[in-house]
């Protein structure tokens, strides 16, 4: 045995440079997997409208004003559909904003995937960002992307507030349209309409009928009463 202790040493990673191909291709835009930067015909993209988000356009208007300004930065992701037109998975805001400016082309990332990766790529790219959509837009964004996820990786969020305004999302979205309004407009919290989602059909008829006529409000106390309230009673304008 040796009379030294020699421990072995950790040997540093090399410090890695870009070969040429994968300089030119940070220089012509070209992305990681072989996606490019190209310039589209803003005439030649399709918006897709079975979608749970809708165009809003105090936003459009924001963009467009940062596009005047800035140019656009980040580009729009679009696929390649047979008849040689594209649909945009994510970015129509800014779209609208580049055809609201008068521009003719749009730099875009032509995607390519399996339909339901594509479909993710949708769904994710605005439940990332929570404060821009409805409660109602992000709990039917979110029960899709849970679907198309099912069995393939965990989705759980990463901190107990994130479920829990998770699941009231995707609770909501089984209320009748008025309760799901309320909660849009934040006439009802969304704590309280995940709560008013366990009523039955005809219970949240009721519930909106006598919400509605008398402009009040209900508490997310009261909405735990009436569904205790429902498993015993149905639910009439006296109970109320």
Do not use: W
């Not at 790529?121 to 990332?128: A, M, V």
């Not at 089984?174 to 909660?183: S, T």
């Amino acid at each position: 045995m040796s009379k030294f202790n020699l421990q072995p040493q950790a040997i540093p990673k090399p410090v890695t440079t870009p070969t040429p191909e994968e300089a030119y291709e940070g220089v012509l835009g070209m992305r990681k997997g072989g996606e490019k930067i190209v310039a589209l015909d803003l005439d030649l993209l399709d918006e897709i409208n079975e979608q749970p988000f809708k165009v809003k356009q105090q936003k459009v208007d924001n963009y467009a004003a940062s596009i005047a300004e800035c140019g656009l930065i980040e580009p729009i992701q679009v696929i390649a559909m047979p008849n040689g037109r594209y649909e945009i998975l994510a970015g129509r805001h800014r779209f609208r904003a580049c055809r609201q400016l008068g521009h003719k082309t749009i730099n875009c990332i032509v995607k390519n995937g399996k339909k339901d990766d594509l479909r993710l790529i949708l769904l994710k790219s605005n439940t990332d960002r929570q404060d821009d959509f409805l409660p109602s837009e992000l709990g039917f964004a979110y029960a899709e992307q849970e679907q198309i996820l099912n069995g393939k990786r965990d989705v759980r969020p990463r901190t107990e507030q994130q479920r829990k305004h998770i699941q009231r999302c995707k609770r909501i979205t089984q209320l009748i349209e008025p309760l799901r309004d309320m909660v849009d407009e934040n006439k009802i919290k969304l704590s309280v309409g995940a709560e008013l989602s366990h009523l039955t059909n005809a219970g949240q008829q009721q519930l909106a009928q006598y919400l509605l006529e008398r402009k009040q409000n209900i508490s997310e106390k009261q909405a735990h009463n009436l569904r205790d309230l429902e498993a015993s009673f149905y639910l009439t304008e006296e109970i109320l």
